[in-house]
C-alpha cells in the first residue's frame, strides 16, 4: 500500500495537480502581498504636499509626492484603508487623478494621489498598490502612515 501512495505521489498527474494548486495559490490576494512584501515594486511614497478638497461632497486630501519604482510591472489599481482600533479597518477611496502613463524604473512623481480622508486623518491611514508583473500579481505598500 504504501509503495501504490509514493507511486502516485510521485507520478504526472500528482505533478500537473500540484501546480494547478500552486497556479491557484499565485493568484491569491496573500501570494500578491507576499510577493510584494519580499519582491517590492515600489518604495514607500515621500509626501510633497498635502492640500485639502472634496469629493463626492466629503473631505478629501491631494496629496502630491514620489516613490521609486524598482521594477518593471503594470500598474492595476491603488488601494487605501482607515485603520482603527483592534485591527479594524475602512476602505477608503483613493486614486491617482494625473493622467494615465505608463511608467518605467526609477524616480516616480504624481500631482494629485486623492485620499477620502482629510489631512489630519492621513497619518491614520495605510496605502498599497496593485501591479501585474508577468502574469503574477504584486500588492505593495505604498504608505503605512507617519
Known sequence: ??????????????????????????????AARLHGSVLPVVTEMQIESLAETEYLGRPATIVSGSAVKNRKCSFRGVEWALEGQAGMDVKVDAFFKDAPMIRGEGVQHWQALIVGVPPDQLPDTRGVVRHECGRFPAITSLYSGE
Open 1 to 30: 500500500m504504501a509503495d501504490r501512495i509514493a507511486h502516485w505521489a510521485l507520478s504526472w498527474p500528482a505533478f500537473f495537480l500540484a501546480l494547478g494548486w500552486l497556479g491557484l495559490f499565485s493568484q491569491t490576494d496573500t
